[in-house]
């Protein structure tokens, strides 16, 4: 491999030629050979977004010089095409500051910023130019929730939405059928299966609340507080200037942090955040363990709706097709739950002036809105948009039910509408035959009574 020397601080090192990275990104190759987990591409793309705002307002503070600034600019947009993905090598297990993810975004701008001047008089260095009015402390937390807010509306949001309206839709069109309903896994009074399905609705309605109720706080920016929250180096209206350059950049909304000591020592915000992220985890986690358990069967479980066959759902047992979808689902929920942990505990570690758990913070949020987008996604074009209900075996199971007895209770009494209940249970005969048994009720008055249709509401 042919390689060239670059120099920093420490001195001299090898570099692979082929590579644009610069002696510190190299050094923590050699440093932190640990797991197969790379920092994740949009904080990378979100890295690429600071340093073009960056390299705006340092020229239009007087800070930078034009050309240099254009250069910048062109280099960071080169990044976020994508194309250079190569070169952004590091693991999350580095420092915990983030500081050589930082110096790895500044050394690859540099080297395509000075390919483009191709003067040495205007050579861009990745810390004094590239790095100007910034400390990694900054730089690398406000990177992490620019890509929170991107990622959340880009992937996440939609997903959500997505799932509200067809919900909607499936609501509407099964209003009218009446099923049983289940409490602890026994039957339970009737509803409709659009009542139920509404249930499901709700949820995501409200999670889709709160995922945007806590971003708000994400869109805060430590930028401007550099090294420990001073502002040491940076002008005094640099936060200000960043977060109004970079909302107009990724037309988004983002606000400097009122406390830089706050923002660099605590990412309070994005466990929050996350906290509503689990939130939805629980809530789909639900919606898929229930439609994979009226699914069941189709013979020997309840079988009351039927989902679509994507894949044969064994190698030995022929025609056998599984909730799939549900399983997928549910472990990307699982996923999330241990990831809201990891969040949790890294973001207790702010010692003093810096938290130093950055990274695996942003690794953990970053995958969980990836994780929940593409899951709900699958979820819903494999499953639920396909999702059908057994009306016959619905309607089976209402008249079946020991539970409509329920409807009695305010005209017998509940211990004389338990005494049919387990007399029909005990002798496999249907409510009315045990009420007519034990000369409760006449056959016309049990008729009047019993009716599902009027279970499914309250009293008029």
């Known amino acids: 491999m042919a390689m060239r020397i670059e120099r920093d601080t420490l001195g001299e090192i090898q570099v692979p030629k082929d590579k644009y990275w610069g002696a510190q990104t190299q050094r923590s190759l050699e440093n932190f050979k640990i797991g197969d987990e790379k920092m994740p591409k949009p904080l990378i793309y979100a890295f690429a977004d600071l340093k073009k705002a960056a390299a705006i307002v340092n020229a239009q503070?007087?800070?930078?010089?034009?050309?240099?600034?254009?250069?910048?600019?062109?280099?960071?947009?080169?990044?976020?095409?994508?194309?250079?993905?190569?070169?952004?090598?590091?693991?999350?297990?580095?420092?915990?500051?983030?500081?050589?993810?930082?110096?790895?975004?500044?050394?690859?701008?540099?080297?395509?910023?000075?390919?483009?001047?191709?003067?040495?008089?205007?050579?861009?260095?990745?810390?004094?130019?590239?790095?100007?009015?910034?400390?990694?402390?900054?730089?690398?937390?406000?990177?992490?929730?620019?890509?929170?807010v991107k990622e959340t509306e880009r992937l996440l949001l939609p997903a959500i939405q997505q799932w509200i309206r067809t919900l909607e839709q499936l609501e509407t069109k099964y209003h009218h059928i009446i099923k049983v309903g289940r409490t602890h896994l026994q039957d339970a009074t009737p509803l409709t299966f659009g009542q139920e399905i509404s249930g499901w609705k709700e949820m995501l309605i409200k999670t889709d609340k709160m995922?945007?109720?806590?971003?708000?706080?994400?869109?805060?920016?430590?930028?401007?507080g550099t090294a420990v929250g001073t502002g040491l180096n940076s002008p005094a209206s640099y936060g200000r200037q960043m977060a109004e350059r970079l909302s107009k950049q990724l037309h988004s909304t983002f606000i400097p942090s009122n406390?830089?000591?706050?923002?660099?020592?605590?990412?309070?915000?994005?466990?929050?955040?996350?906290?509503?992220?689990?939130?939805?985890?629980?809530?789909?986690?639900?919606?898929?363990?229930?439609?994979?358990?009226?699914?069941?069967?189709?013979?020997?479980?309840?079988?009351?709706?039927?989902?679509?066959?994507?894949?044969?759902g064994s190698s030995i047992m022929p025609g056998k097709v599984n909730p799939t979808q549900s399983e997928a689902l549910t472990m990307v929920c699982s996923q999330v739950f241990g990831n809201d942990t990891s969040v949790g505990f890294a973001a207790s570690q702010g010692h003093y002036q810096l938290n130093v758990f950055k990274p695996v913070i942003a690794y953990n949020v970053l995958q969980s809105i990836r994780l929940l987008a593409d899951g709900l996604n699958s979820f819903h074009d494999h499953c639920l948009v396909g999702l059908q209900p057994n009306e016959e075996k619905m309607t089976d199971n209402v008249v079946r039910s020991l539970m409509l007895v329920t409807a009695l209770n305010a005209h017998i009494g509940y211990e004389n509408a338990a005494r049919i209940a387990k007399k029909a249970f005990s002798e496999q005969s249907t409510l009315k035959e045990a009420a007519l048994a034990l000369q409760l009720l006449d056959a016309e008055q049990f008729d009047l009574l019993v009716n599902p249709q009027l279970m499914i509401k309250p009293k008029d």
Not at 102 to 110: C, L, P, Q, R, S
Not at 211 to 224: H, K, T
């Open 61 to 148: 503070n007087g800070d930078l010089d034009n050309k240099k600034s254009n250069a910048i600019v062109h280099a960071c947009e080169q990044i976020l095409t994508g194309n250079y993905d190569e070169h952004f090598p590091l693991v999350v297990w580095q420092t915990g500051s983030g500081t050589q993810s930082n110096m790895n975004m500044n050394e690859v701008i540099a080297y395509l910023a000075n390919e483009q001047l191709s003067k040495p008089e205007l050579y861009v260095h990745p810390n004094d130019d590239v790095n100007r009015s910034q400390s990694s402390n900054d730089t690398f937390p406000t990177a992490m929730h620019i890509a929170t």
């Open 259 to 312: 406390n830089y000591f706050h923002a660099l020592t605590s990412h309070d915000a994005l466990v929050h955040f996350h906290g509503s992220l689990k939130s939805l985890a629980a809530d789909v986690f639900k919606v898929a363990n229930d439609i994979r358990l009226l699914a069941s069967g189709p013979r020997s479980g309840i079988g009351e709706i039927t989902i679509p066959a994507n894949e044969p």
């Open 211 to 224: 995922i945007g109720e806590s971003l708000q706080y994400v869109r805060e920016l430590a930028i401007g």
